[in-house]
């Protein structure tokens, strides 16, 4: 019985797969919006630049955000656990032609990412090899991407591009793609100061990956560390194991990028899956002989229904699974990871000194705060810790939308619990309103300045002030109103 168990988890641990992008999988099961993109209104609303970097994460933290949960997950995202949300997708085509997300521009996500320190990446996709090999190859159709991603972060005031090119012919994975990156990297890093160039890359190197080439060739790779089970799978199986088999997270990291652990491991950011897998399967059994493939899950489900079902634990690749029996003769099995096996996956990335890790997706968790709490646990630096990076304990940020008509919005942030004062004053010094005067705990505010129907009916148009005072602190910013 020891020997068939054996044989059994070398055969199942093999079965994944050369060519398969869970990302683009979701795209087609969840992504089938019945909009027109022509039909979506362009949003007025200034966007704002990023207004600091963050120092209070000890590691970068970098989200997916896939249009099909863009309406619900802003509800929910904790921009104080992030560093970077990647909008998802802007499809490009053979020619270097970009494509928009439904409900372009997301403009509110923007905006509250800038304020809070949160970097704004756009995220390009393909998965066609023929499309990609003709891109590749083509000097005018990679200049037209270039310049239609340039433009692109320019226009929003993005912070970099992804590259979430996936499915490659093998021959198409080693230089031409590296030269490629390269290429694009050089161009926006010469045309925009501190845009990040990024990759999505993959969690094993089947053949034809130059990884150490393609990390140097960009500012860092995110791993897609998933992907290990799906509809392929002969046995149910983990998404993303820790240990066990032949492939698992732990391999990714020494042996699939150990020329790039060795060189510079801030250039890899370790991606974690906020999905799992359902199969009908042969038994009760883990790792059973699979019917059929269900479809990918997502935590906010997961979590909840194995509450019911019974959160099952697989000790040797540490991940969880539930099961449960149909009709008294049919088993159903899904596994997915939860805060305990993804706090695991942090500790391995910390212990190789990552630049950081990440989710696909956000949004996937819902409502839900057990996986912030993972990240927070391991990411945010403790106020009791002596290496704890200095920054300014209080920030006054530009107001936005600036010029303004009728109204705007004036943002600070606080280190310190402090007696805040936040006046507007015209350009001889005269006080217009008081907009705050009361003690508050450190965090980031927004205060609404409305003209007409609120703090000055009759404002004439021209400059004015806004003057921050906390504590010892005063600051002051001009701003400039047009009837």
């Not at 090999?133 to 912070?159: F, G, H, V």
């Not at 130059?210 to 560390?225: H, T, V």
């Not at 009791?384 to 209080?394: D, Q, S």
Request: aromatic share 16%; net charge neutral; with cysteine.
């Amino acid at each position: 019985m020891k020997t068939f168990i054996t044989v059994l988890f070398f055969f199942y641990a093999e079965s994944y797969p050369q060519f398969f992008s869970v990302h683009n999988a979701d795209k087609q099961t969840y992504g089938n919006i019945k909009m027109l993109e022509a039909n979506v209104p362009e949003n007025q609303t200034e966007i704002i630049p990023l207004q600091f970097e963050k120092s209070e994460l000890t590691a970068s933290v970098f989200g997916y955000l896939p249009y099909w949960e863009y309406q619900s997950a802003r509800n929910y995202l904790r921009f104080d656990l992030l560093t970077h949300i990647a909008l998802f997708n802007f499809a490009a085509d053979s020619l270097g032609n970009l494509h928009n997300p439904y409900y372009w521009p997301w403009t509110d996500v923007i905006n509250k990412a800038h304020l809070n320190g949160v970097k704004v990446i756009l995220s390009t996709t393909n998965f066609k090899a023929s499309q990609m090999r003709q891109l590749l190859n083509s000097d005018s159709a990679k200049q037209n991407l270039y310049l239609n991603l340039k433009n692109k972060i320019e226009t929003y005031k993005l912070d970099g591009v992804n590259i979430d090119f996936e499915e490659y012919y093998s021959a198409d994975r080693g230089g031409l793609l590296n030269n490629f990156m390269k290429e694009l990297t050089d161009s926006l890093h010469a045309a925009i100061p501190n845009c990040e160039v990024s990759f999505a890359g993959p969690a094993v190197n089947w053949s034809g990956w130059k990884l150490a080439g393609l990390a140097n060739a960009c500012d860092y790779i995110f791993i897609m560390g998933y992907a290990f089970a799906g509809k392929w799978s002969d046995y149910s199986d983990s998404n993303a194991p820790l240990l066990g088999g032949t492939y698992n997270i732990t391999n990714t990291l020494a042996k699939q990028y150990a020329d790039v652990i060795k060189s510079n491991p801030k250039k890899l950011i370790l991606g974690v899956p906020y999905y799992g897998n359902k199969w009908k399967t042969k038994t009760q059994e883990p790792h059973s002989a699979t019917v059929t493939y269900g479809n990918t899950t997502r935590f906010r489900d997961d979590v909840t229904v194995s509450q019911t079902y019974g959160l099952l634990w697989e000790n040797t690749q540490k991940t969880p699974w539930y099961r449960w029996k149909l009709n008294d003769t049919t088993w159903y099995q899904v596994w997915f990871d939860n805060d305990s096996s993804l706090g695991l996956k942090y500790d391995l990335a910390k212990s190789y000194h990552l630049k950081g890790i990440g989710m696909w997706a956000l949004g996937y968790d819902g409502s839900r705060t057990e996986l912030w709490n993972a990240i927070e646990k391991r990411f945010v630096t403790s106020v009791a810790n002596e290496k704890v990076i200095a920054e300014p304990k209080f920030l006054l940020s530009q107001n936005y939308p600036n010029p303004f008509n009728p109204e705007t919005i004036i943002s600070y942030r606080l280190s310190v619990f402090s007696k805040v004062s936040l006046k507007v004053i015209d350009i001889l010094g005269n006080e217009i309103t008081t907009l705050v005067n009361e003690e508050k705990h450190p965090g980031i505010y927004h205060v609404e300045f409305k003209v007409k129907t609120g703090h000055a009916p009759s404002l004439p148009s021209g400059i004015y002030f806004y003057q921050l005072r906390a504590g010892s602190f005063t600051q002051t910013k001009k701003m400039l109103y047009l009837k």
